[in-house]
């Protein structure tokens, strides 16, 4: 019997979730967005009821190992329901990728990014209003921001790390709050986080406490700068300031972000654990790594489930419809996918 390469497709991926089905969790597929490459660094969120993703980059022509050069979006995607279709619902004020999102009770706060030119700090919320994308201007950051992370803990949003220049030239500790229930908010800077600045690392919300776990310090070797991996992890609870929690059981960097969250737990899905870096050919490289770390805040330890039939890195979660939707990313390094996945802990 021959299959067209959509039936093939649709196997491979029936075929991933029954494997994954024996774990503690569900992943699940979604409607792919309606784009051959696919991207990373998108913004997602969920507004009236609907999820939307928007912006990111990718290379639409050769890859970077061929000199491809990469393109930001400043497309807007809306899906109405798990089982619609994907539709262009506007655009962003300009092309951009690489910054915080995070869905409140009024639409999707946008945070800082970057495009081909330099990094941004300025602020947006995105709102769906008669199925069009509205976008409207909150208070900026003080500093211009990219390959950070942000989470909601109750009505303020926390950003932390990330870098504020093109390239891997320095990387950040500072944390930053913006009180969505302030009758004028502005953006307040806290206490540092304790360690290495760190671009990419993973944030939570959960339990009272801003979580951020692993990520990659930018450290000069010899006559570079080098990514250093990290396995540690801290949380900062308002009022108290940092403490350190239990080091990840490996390095994770640019995993999906903010990290899904559950019963005092939260979910660190893939990402680079930095095992197969310089690995050569490029495009031969068998992708990231397929592990999920839970750390349980009760017991302040970490546990490890391997065997996720998806590897992802660079790509942000929104929480809707009953589940953690994992859009697009990167599958290995320069190379994007169109899919998008659903994530669900068991109860």
Same mark, same amino acid.
């Given at each position: 019997?021959i299959?067209?390469?959509?039936?093939?497709?649709t196997? $491979?991926?029936?075929?991933?979730?029954l494997?994954? @089905?024996?774990s503690?969790?569900?992943?699940?597929?979604l409607?792919? =967005?309606?784009?051959?490459e696919?991207?990373?660094?998108?913004?997602a969120g969920v507004?009236?009821?609907?999820?939307i993703?928007a912006g #990111?980059a990718n290379?639409?022509?050769?890859?970077?190992w061929?000199?491809?050069?990469?393109v930001?979006?400043?497309?807007?995607?809306?899906?109405?329901? /798990?089982?619609?279709?994907?539709?262009i619902?506007g655009? %962003?004020?300009?092309?951009?990728?690489y910054?915080? &999102?995070?869905?409140?009770?009024n639409?999707v706060?946008?945070?800082?990014?970057?495009?081909?030119?330099?990094?941004?700090?300025?602020?947006?919320r995105?709102? =769906?209003k008669?199925?069009?994308i509205?976008? +409207?201007?909150?208070?900026? =950051?003080?500093?211009? *921001?990219?390959?950070?992370? #942000?989470a =909601?803990l109750?009505?303020?949003?926390?950003?932390?790390?990330?870098?504020?220049?093109?390239?891997?030239k320095?990387?950040?500790?500072?944390?930053?709050? %913006?009180?969505?229930?302030?009758?004028? !908010?502005?953006?307040?800077?806290? +206490?540092?986080?304790? #360690?290495?600045?760190?671009? $990419?690392?993973v944030?939570?919300? $959960?339990?009272?406490g801003?979580?951020?776990?692993?990520?990659?310090?930018l450290?000069?070797t010899?006559?570079k700068?080098?990514?250093?991996y990290?396995?540690?992890?801290g949380?900062?609870? /308002?009022? *108290?300031?940092?403490?350190?929690v239990a080091? $990840?059981?490996?390095p994770?960097v640019?995993?999906?972000? /903010?990290?899904?969250?559950a019963?005092?737990?939260?979910?660190?899905?893939?990402?680079?654990?930095?095992s *197969?870096?310089?690995f050569? !050919? /490029?495009?031969?490289?068998?992708g990231?790594?397929?592990?999920i *770390?839970?750390?349980?805040?009760? &017991?302040?330890?970490? &546990?490890?489930t391997e065997?996720?039939?998806? @590897?992802r890195?660079? %790509?942000?979660t929104?929480?809707?419809?009953?589940?953690?939707? %994992?859009?697009? #990313?990167?599958a290995?390094?320069g190379?994007? &996918?169109?899919?998008?996945?659903?994530?669900m802990?068991? !109860?």
């Amino acid at each position: 019997m021959i299959f067209s390469g959509k039936t093939v497709a649709t196997i $491979l991926v029936m075929s991933a979730s029954l494997a994954f @089905s024996e774990s503690p969790f569900t992943l699940s597929p979604l409607p792919p =967005l309606p784009d051959r490459e696919g991207f990373a660094g998108m913004f997602a969120g969920v507004s009236d009821g609907c999820l939307i993703v928007a912006g #990111g980059a990718n290379f639409p022509d050769k890859k970077p190992w061929e000199h491809g050069k990469k393109v930001w979006y400043d497309r807007v995607f809306a899906l109405d329901k /798990p089982d619609g279709v994907w539709r262009i619902a506007g655009k %962003l004020p300009r092309p951009l990728g690489y910054g915080v &999102s995070v869905t409140t009770s009024n639409g999707v706060v946008c945070i800082g990014g970057s495009d081909a030119e330099k990094h941004h700090n300025e602020v947006f919320r995105l709102t =769906l209003k008669g199925g069009a994308i509205h976008a +409207e201007n909150l208070p900026s =950051l003080p500093i211009p *921001l990219a390959n950070g992370v #942000g989470a =909601l803990l109750n009505d303020t949003i926390y950003v932390f790390g990330g870098s504020d220049e093109p390239g891997d030239k320095s990387a950040l500790n500072r944390l930053f709050a %913006l009180d969505l229930k302030s009758a004028a !908010p502005q953006w307040k800077e806290l +206490e540092p986080c304790p #360690g290495k600045g760190r671009i $990419l690392p993973v944030a939570a919300a $959960l339990d009272g406490g801003f979580y951020i776990a692993g990520g990659a310090a930018l450290e000069q070797t010899n006559d570079k700068i080098a990514r250093v991996y990290l396995r540690d992890a801290g949380c900062y609870r /308002p009022g *108290l300031g940092w403490k350190r929690v239990a080091d $990840l059981p490996k390095p994770v960097v640019a995993a999906p972000t /903010p990290a899904p969250t559950a019963d005092s737990k939260f979910f660190i899905l893939g990402g680079d654990d930095g095992s *197969l870096v310089g690995f050569q !050919p /490029p495009e031969k490289h068998p992708g990231f790594c397929k592990s999920i *770390l839970t750390y349980d805040a009760r &017991s302040n330890v970490w &546990s490890t489930t391997e065997g996720l039939p998806v @590897s992802r890195a660079v %790509l942000p979660t929104a929480y809707w419809a009953g589940r953690w939707v %994992l859009p697009n #990313g990167e599958a290995r390094p320069g190379v994007r &996918s169109p899919e998008v996945w659903s994530f669900m802990p068991a !109860p």
